[in-house]
């Protein structure tokens, strides 16, 4: 039985998140098309016969953070990737051209002196190709992979390698007793997350990026049904009225959506009461 730690690293958007919940087989990172979904590491059990493996989904780092938020992202993430690991995955996304941010993500991956693993996702897409822009990258890497992270392909190919690679015992003690996939967020953040994910699905191109959600409490009423109490903080009046919707139809929408997906993951009947606040301020507290 091996044990390791691996560490997921790529720019933002490229697959990082929906490849760690495919392969675990249930969904521990919200995922979106807008870059910079993740916003802190979320670390994540793996386990088969093999072994356990500690993954370590990281936020895609911006190129130029030009917000605060992005760029307290961008500073906490280079924390993140300093702590002790056994293994890289560096995903990179073939339909989009190799640029800066590309650089500056494989400058970091560069000075990871640890076992590395090339994985160039979305293969399955249609779009225009950049692929020839990556094949410089290959000699580098211990071994490359072509997946396709969205319909779960060569994955089983992928892991064999990931364990041949792994040392016997990793630098991260394993209790014996973890079975729960998700390590380090507990059950209010992790439903936050779900209605963050909402926004970011639902609403357009700046707002995600000014808004969190806050989980209050969670309680279970003698009808059997959970009950959740949640907001949705942004920086501005404007951005408020754009979420709630003309007769509060948005916010509903996106209630319900959350609801839906609360209620499948905690196999519970749920009422969620969200609200939105407007606070100028909430990326100072959390993110
Ligand atoms: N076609 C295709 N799309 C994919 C694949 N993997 C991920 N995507 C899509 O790419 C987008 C970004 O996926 P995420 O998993 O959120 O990417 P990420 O690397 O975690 O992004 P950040 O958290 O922002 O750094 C989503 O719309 C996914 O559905 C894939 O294999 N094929
Ligand atoms: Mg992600």
Redesign the pocket.
């Known amino acids: 039985m091996k044990t390791g730690k691996v560490l997921?690293m790529?720019?933002?958007?490229?697959?990082?998140?929906?490849?760690?919940?495919?392969l675990l087989g249930q969904k521990v990172?919200?995922?979106?098309?807008?870059?910079?979904?993740?916003?802190f590491a979320i670390k994540a059990l793996y386990q088969d016969e093999r072994g356990k493996i500690i993954f370590v989904?990281?936020?895609?780092?911006f190129g130029k953070a030009e917000d605060k938020l992005s760029k307290k992202i961008n500073a906490k993430t280079l924390s993140v990737i300093k702590e002790e690991v056994d293994l890289v995955i560096y995903?990179i996304?073939h339909?989009r051209k190799r640029d800066f941010e590309e650089a500056r993500v494989l400058g970091l991956v560069r000075k990871i002196e640890k076992p590395k693993i090339l994985v160039i996702?979305?293969?399955?897409?249609?779009?225009k190709s950049y692929l020839p822009q990556y094949k410089f990258l290959e000699e580098e890497f211990d071994s490359v992979f072509e997946?396709?992270?969205?319909?779960r392909?060569n994955f089983r190919l992928l892991m064999n390698k990931v364990f041949e690679l792994l040392p016997e015992k990793g630098t991260e003690e394993i209790p014996e007793d973890l079975v729960y996939p998700l390590i380090n967020l507990d059950s209010r953040t992790f439903l936050s997350e779900l209605i963050r994910e909402k926004v970011f699905l639902m609403m357009g191109e700046e707002i995600p990026y000014r808004t969190t959600a806050i989980v209050d409490s969670i309680s279970e009423r003698d009808n059997g049904i959970t009950y959740i109490k949640a907001r949705i903080l942004t920086t501005d009046d404007r951005y408020k009225g754009m979420i709630i919707g003309a007769g509060g139809r948005k916010i509903k929408e996106i209630g319900s959506y959350a609801r839906k997906e609360i209620a499948l993951a905690i196999n519970k009947k749920v009422y969620l009461e969200l609200t939105v606040e407007t606070d100028p301020h909430w990326q100072d507290i959390y993110y």
């Open positions: 997921l790529g720019r933002p958007n490229v697959g990082k998140s929906t490849f760690v919940n495919n990172a919200i995922t979106s098309p807008k870059p910079q979904t993740t916003r989904d990281t936020p895609g780092i995903m996304d339909t996702n979305k293969m399955d897409s249609e779009e997946i396709s992270a969205l319909l392909q």
